[in-house]
Nanobody, 124 residues
Framework: QVQLVESGGGLVQAGGSLRLSCAAS????????MGWFRQAPGKKRELVAA????????YYADSVKGRFTFSRDNAKNTVALQMNSLKPEDTAVYYC?????????????????WGQGTQVTVSS
């Protein structure tokens, strides 16, 4: 089992940057594929980015491609989402999630463990 704790959210102006971090407990972090999801008010939760167990492969939603970078450090049991050129439509609660069964997955239903979320607000 793994516990996930996100940090780094906040308020930023459009065009600015934020870096979200997610710290994981447990000794088998490298065996989990990881994902960042977000949920805006009144909308369904959506996948923002996913990363493979080794960190060698990544997936990005079209809406963030070229602006966000997902990375992981298995030695430190952490993942990070660097968000640049932020837009008001990026405003949401961002969640870190872990999947113990797949090498990399885009399917929300495959994620077994979730963090509590961190709020990102982008003002225009």
């Amino acid at each position: 089992q793994v516990q996930l704790v996100e940090s780094g959210g906040g308020l930023v102006q459009a065009g600015g940057s934020l870096r979200l971090s997610c710290a994981a407990s447990g000794r088998t972090f490298s065996s989990y594929a990881m994902g960042w999801f977000r949920q805006a008010p009144g909308k369904k939760r959506e996948l923002v980015a996913a990363i493979s167990r080794s960190g060698g492969s990544t997936y990005y939603a079209d809406s963030v491609k070229g602006r966000f970078t997902f990375s992981r450090d298995n030695a430190k049991n952490t993942v990070a989402l660097q968000m640049n050129s932020l837009k008001p439509e990026d405003t949401a609660v961002y969640y870190c999630a872990a999947d113990q069964m797949h090498w990399l997955t885009k399917d929300e239903g495959n994620y077994d463990y979730w963090g509590q979320g961190t709020q990102v607000t982008v003002s225009s």
